[in-house]
């Protein structure tokens, strides 16, 4: 049966994802998960505090690292406050403790990248199951 | 959100670290942290013993590859050099 796409549930889909990127987790929240929320927000919080820590804010540096910076994005876009922060310092990190810290940061961004997307996936299964009881 | 921000904001220098070969451990957390989230998508219940258990398998595998493909590397590297 074909099933009807309306715009409350296209809405309440981009709703959960965007709550995912905005804070870690906040999309799994929404769908009424908290336990997974709680591990995916410390984990992808800690990662990215761990890449700063060992790279300073200097890691995160959106002129001179823009390849790095995009999927530094993805964890928050309060991120973008630290881009502007390096820039406005002029902050510069280099070295291991950079490279190191640019992995930590954009593996983070890409975790919650596969957050948001499975925080839309859930959201969808949710409302299928809704949509098929009615 | 913004708060944490500002805190994270304020580690302007980065971190002393010697260039050897210690630095790869720096892997380790960073592997944890990709399993536990990642089985975190992937398992209907977490906070069990059957979601740290898969986590800690997952982990292990993805270091025993990583260490096998070092291996690998240094015997390749001792047959060309």
Redesign the interface.
């Known amino acids: 049966m074909k099933q009807e796409i309306k715009l409350d549930n296209v809405i309440y889909l981009c709703l959960v994802g965007l709550a995912g990127w905005v804070v870690p987790g906040g999309g799994h929240l929404m769908v009424g998960r908290k336990d997974k929320a709680a591990v995916i927000f410390a984990g992808v919080v800690l990662a990215f505090a761990i890449g700063v820590y060992l790279g300073s804010v200097g890691v995160v540096n959106p002129v001179a690292e823009v390849l790095w910076y995009i999927p530094q994005m993805m964890v928050s876009p309060a991120v973008k406050l630290l881009g502007m922060i390096t820039v406005k310092n002029g902050i510069e990190s280099f070295g291991k403790p950079n490279e190191i810290g640019q992995i930590y940061t954009s593996m983070a961004g890409m975790l919650n990248l596969l957050c948001v997307v499975n925080a839309v996936y859930l959201a969808n299964l949710k409302v299928s199951a809704k949509a098929e009881k009615e | ?2 708060d ?3 805190t ?10 010697t ?1 050897n070969g210690w ?1 790869f451990l ?1 892997a380790v ?2 592997i944890i ?2 399993a ?3 089985k ?2 992937k398992l209907d ?3 069990n013993n059957r979601f740290v258990k898969e986590s800690a398998v997952l982990s292990l595998t993805i270091m025993g590859f990583m260490a096998l493909i070092a291996v690998v590397l240094y015997f390749f590297m001792l047959i060309i050099t």
């Not at chain 2, 994270?8 to 670290?17: K, S, T």
Request: hydrophobic content about 65%; cysteine-free.
């Open positions: 959100m913004i944490s921000i500002m994270i904001a304020g580690i302007m220098v980065p971190m002393e670290m260039n630095i720096w957390p960073l942290i990709i536990t989230v990642y975190a998508t219940q977490v906070f």
